[in-house]
């Protein structure tokens, strides 16, 4: 012991201090470690290699790749996986131009490794609508009553965009993924060439000649089947928004397409009421290169027509005005005014009385 400006300080249970000190912050231990092909993958690893399967390498659009990595407990206790998940890499390095969204983990098992014991899990890289995107895979634990995080990065690219499927008008013009084109930023609108602009119909309460129905053909691009299902209604193919005005008359005469085939259904756009009609046109669909619990898909397009109602017109007196007869004489019994129906419209106009 020993004095220093009035403090009387103890070398020994200096020591000691420090000692507790460190007892008291978990220090990162080897007991787990995770390998790829048999390569062991650092803790913190930040940069993929196509040797241990981080980096998936170029994949198309539409396609997947699936690797599957191990972890390892080489502790003397057990080690208890909590979770493994995914994070963003923000922002993400270049070339990189996407985080997390094109990666998915599944065969998750979390629970108990005993010494020695060791269990599987699996990444797959399935690139959405960009070139390329990385991630961080973390797999948080518990060993001898602390916590830890394992994280390692992967990544993918893709070169090429291949759709899976496709909807075309029946001439066969394509009427766009809605979804993909928000993510590609050039959402189109409804136009005529492709069936989703109706044009005006007049509004006629049901009458075939003033009904206009348009087939759409969905073709499957991919490599294996693709299944359309039912969605909330009961039906297949769904309308929101002026659902009285477009209704889908034909639903797809088959919901489960294989490679190169197609399915068609038909949507009618029948106004109800005069104006600019708008809804959207939507179904779920199952393209098999993701397990159905991680990957549903919806396809979705806009659909617009224009109710053209039937314009009248009486010159004597304006639409629900009053007409003045003026004063009548009780003796003379009745007096008689003509009046004028006039169709300023451009369609036919039919007086039910």
Same mark, same amino acid.
């Given at each position: 012991?020993?004095?220093? *400006?009035?403090?009387?300080? /103890?070398?020994?249970?200096?020591?000691?201090?420090?000692?507790?000190?460190?007892?008291?912050?978990?220090?990162?231990?080897?007991?787990?470690?995770?390998?790829?092909?048999?390569?062991?993958?650092?803790?913190?690893?930040?940069?993929?290699? $196509?040797?241990?399967?981080?980096? &998936?390498?170029?994949?198309?659009?539409?396609?997947?790749?699936?690797?599957?990595?191990?972890?390892?407990?080489? +502790? /003397?206790?057990?080690?208890?996986?909590?979770?493994?998940?995914?994070?963003?890499?923000?922002?993400? %390095?270049?070339?990189?131009?996407?985080?997390?969204?094109?990666?998915?983990?599944?065969?998750?098992?979390?629970? $108990?490794?005993?010494?020695?014991?060791?269990?599987? &899990?699996?990444?797959?890289?399935?690139?959405?609508?960009?070139?390329?995107?990385?991630?961080?895979?973390?797999?948080?634990? /518990? @060993?001898?009553? *602390?916590?830890?995080?394992?994280?390692?990065?992967?990544?993918?690219?893709? #070169?090429?965009?291949?759709?899976?499927?496709?909807?075309?008008?029946?001439?066969?013009?394509?009427?766009?993924?809605?979804?993909?084109?928000?993510?590609?930023?050039?959402?189109?609108?409804?136009?005529?060439?492709?069936?989703?602009? !109706?044009?005006?119909?007049?509004?006629?309460?049901?009458?075939?000649?003033?009904?206009?129905?348009?087939?759409?053909?969905?073709?499957?691009?991919? %490599?294996?089947?693709?299944?359309?299902? *039912?969605?909330?209604?009961?039906?297949?193919?769904?309308?929101?928004?002026?659902?009285?005005?477009?209704?889908?008359?034909?639903?797809?005469?088959?919901?489960?397409?294989?490679? +190169?085939?197609?399915?068609?259904?038909?949507?009618?756009? #029948?106004?109800?009421?005069?104006?600019?009609?708008?809804?959207?046109?939507?179904?779920? !669909?199952?393209?098999?290169?993701?397990?159905?619990?991680?990957?549903?898909?919806?396809?979705?397009?806009?659909?617009?027509?224009?109710?053209?109602?039937?314009?009248?017109?009486?010159?004597?007196?304006?639409?629900?005005?009053?007409?003045?007869?003026?004063?009548?004489?009780?003796?003379?019994?009745?007096?008689?005014? /003509?009046?004028?129906?006039?169709?300023?419209?451009? @369609?036919?106009? #039919?007086?039910?009385?």
């Amino acid at each position: 012991m020993y004095v220093r *400006n009035g403090f009387f300080v /103890s070398g020994c249970l200096l020591g000691v201090f420090f000692a507790v000190l460190a007892c008291c912050v978990p220090l990162q231990l080897d007991a787990l470690t995770v390998t790829g092909n048999g390569y062991t993958i650092s803790n913190g690893d930040t940069t993929p290699q $196509a040797k241990d399967g981080t980096d &998936f390498g170029l994949e198309p659009i539409g396609f997947y790749r699936r690797n599957t990595f191990t972890i390892v407990n080489n +502790g /003397s206790s057990s080690i208890t996986i909590e979770n493994i998940f995914k994070e963003d890499d923000f922002p993400p %390095p270049p070339p990189y131009t996407v985080y997390k969204h094109s990666f998915f983990i599944y065969d998750i098992t979390p629970g $108990a490794l005993a010494p020695g014991e060791s269990c599987t &899990f699996s990444v797959s890289f399935g690139p959405q609508f960009y070139e390329a995107g990385k991630a961080s895979i973390v797999i948080s634990y /518990s @060993y001898k009553f *602390n916590n830890y995080q394992y994280r390692f990065a992967v990544a993918g690219e893709t #070169d090429e965009i291949l759709p899976r499927i496709r909807v075309y008008q029946y001439c066969g013009i394509e009427v766009p993924n809605q979804l993909v084109s928000a993510y590609q930023e050039n959402v189109a609108p409804p136009c005529v060439d492709n069936g989703t602009d !109706y044009g005006a119909i007049p509004v006629e309460d049901g009458k075939p000649d003033y009904q206009l129905s348009t087939f759409f053909v969905i073709t499957n691009t991919g %490599p294996s089947s693709i299944s359309i299902y *039912n969605g909330a209604g009961g039906d297949p193919v769904h309308v929101t928004g002026d659902q009285d005005d477009f209704s889908v008359i034909l639903q797809p005469t088959i919901t489960s397409i294989p490679p +190169g085939g197609t399915s068609i259904f038909m949507v009618l756009f #029948d106004p109800t009421a005069g104006g600019v009609r708008n809804a959207e046109i939507s179904f779920n !669909y199952d393209d098999g290169w993701m397990p159905s619990y991680i990957d549903n898909d919806t396809y979705i397009f806009p659909v617009t027509g224009v109710g053209q109602a039937p314009e009248i017109n009486i010159p004597q007196v304006l639409t629900g005005g009053t007409y003045d007869f003026g004063i009548v004489p009780v003796s003379s019994g009745t007096k008689t005014d /003509s009046f004028t129906i006039e169709n300023q419209g451009l @369609y036919e106009l #039919d007086l039910t009385g």
